[in-house]
């Protein structure tokens, strides 16, 4: 993905396109089990189509409101009215090399979108939609290498990147560094803001502000976001684990169940893509140690558990469906074995239900109750991506269009795609968030055209 754009809840789409126009690219026959080259090309133009049509169903139905209601062909506010969807769709537009609409898009955020607003959000989902999005158009925009670049443009994104970080900095300012889990961008902090935050929360956000640190020459962003990991990584337990949930002024832990999945998975993902986006070694070095503790102490060939962070006891046996996110970063951490074995039990999920619940029992192997639902989460996709490319094992094409024909006949509703509500009964939810375009969509055209 973009280097600016965290996997975080993301990339089914983007990673999708990517593996089937690599494999409509490959010379040769067949390039998998009933998929030819031109199939692959024909499901590449399919994915395109998914893009357009959750793409335009907003623009028509939702924009400028921030997300949009699929079924119902609305749209709703849903982080903080400033036309979520678009900012975080700016860069798959670009890979489309849709110059028009992009170059549209980017006109009207830089003269319509305003921060200075009374509206308190997440410090993590504006961070990687907003300030992403903002960031990654911003650098599209700007050089003439990328194809996309607008003679008008005027650094206008980048102005807005600056302005919402400054107003995101206010959360920083914590006893640990740790920051709180939301910020009101006019006011600071709220008077009655919860103290507790999730290990993911402060752990995911060195991308971004660091990158905006160099592009402005102001090294405040980047220092407050290492300052948080550090402040994390020094509350570790004698086992090298951390928990889920952290209070920010004492630093004692709320919850302390330790896994690769919900409220903790990019907080390893972020270590190590900042040392690959940086090359900071203090980056790596905690990824190293933070991931052989994974692997000693979560790790049951090939799931993984959430333990006690403190005596490593099991305390549930469950495949989350964050945790898909890990064989795609093992794979960039050049731990390739695991990452396949891990990554076909994931997938047998997926081919159980025809979707990856949100919860999955592993002693019973039913579907965790009150954990049914599916929200277009592209983390699976994204792995599937990686190991094509890095082992060019065309199974993985077959994994593709499996997940794309899954998409295509269960989620697929009048003006977009709906969130699966149930997995089992494959129900629409009358939702779809940015990231279904922004991350579902855009790793997959940016991935494979590397």
């Avoid at 126009?21 to 133009?45: K, W």
């Avoid at 410090?123 to 990687?128: D, L, P």
């Avoid at 980047?222 to 928990?243: M, Q």
């Avoid at 070694?281 to 799931?303: G, I, N, S, T």
Wanted: proline share 4%; aromatic share 12%.
């Amino acid at each position: 993905m973009h280097p600016m754009r965290p996997r975080r809840h993301g990339c089914p789409l983007l990673c999708l396109s990517a593996a089937l126009l690599a494999g409509a690219l490959l010379a040769g026959p067949a390039v998998a089990d009933g998929v030819t080259p031109s199939e692959a090309r024909r499901l590449r133009d399919e994915v395109k189509d998914m893009f357009y049509h959750a793409f335009d169903g907003y623009m028509q139905h939702a924009f400028p409101l921030d997300e949009l209601r699929p079924l119902s062909c609305q749209g709703e506010d849903s982080l903080g009215g400033y036309a979520l969807t678009l900012i975080d769709s700016l860069d798959t537009l670009a890979l489309l090399g849709d110059k028009e609409r992009f170059s549209a898009g980017v006109e009207w955020v830089g003269k319509n979108v305003r921060f200075d607003i009374n509206k308190t959000v997440s410090v993590f989902e504006t961070n990687i939609r907003i300030l992403g999005g903002l960031l990654s158009a911003h650098l599209i925009a700007s050089d003439y290498a990328t194809g996309m670049r607008i003679d008008s443009y005027n650094d206008q994104l980048l102005h807005l990147a600056v302005d919402l970080a400054q107003r995101l900095l206010p959360a920083f300012d914590t006893p640990t560094g740790i920051p709180f889990g939301s910020v009101n961008l006019l006011y600071g902090v709220d008077d009655d803001e919860s103290k507790i935050t999730s290990t993911a929360g402060g752990g995911t956000l060195s991308l971004e502000f660091g990158v905006l640190s160099r592009l402005t020459n102001n090294t405040v962003f980047e220092r407050v976001t290492k300052n948080s990991v550090r402040g994390i990584w020094a509350r570790r337990s004698k086992l090298n684990l951390v928990g889920a949930h952290i209070n920010v002024f004492t630093g004692e832990w709320t919850q302390k169940d330790a896994g690769i999945g919900t409220s903790i998975d990019s907080f390893y993902e972020y270590l190590l893509k900042a040392y690959l986006l940086f090359g900071d070694e203090e980056y790596l070095y905690v990824f190293q140690e933070a991931y052989k503790a994974v692997m000693h102490y979560l790790h049951h060939d090939p799931w993984y558990i959430e333990v006690n962070m403190n005596s490593g006891a099991t305390v549930w046996p469950l495949f989350n469906s964050l945790q898909a996110f890990w064989p795609g970063l093992q794979v960039l951490a050049g731990d390739v074995d695991p990452a396949i074995r891990t990554h076909a039990a994931f997938f047998s999920v997926w081919k159980k239900y025809g979707f990856t619940p949100e919860g999955f029992n592993l002693a019973t192997s039913t579907v965790q109750n009150g954990q049914r639902s599916y929200p277009l989460r592209p983390e699976l996709i994204e792995s599937t991506y990686w190991l094509f490319k890095a082992t060019r094992d065309y199974r993985y094409l077959d994994v593709g269009r499996d997940i794309l024909a899954s998409l295509q006949y269960g989620a697929k509703c009048p003006c977009g795609y709906c969130h699966i509500s149930d997995v089992e009964t494959h129900k629409q939810d009358d939702h779809m968030e940015s990231f279904f375009l922004a991350e579902t969509a855009s790793i997959y055209i940016s991935k494979f055209a590397t």
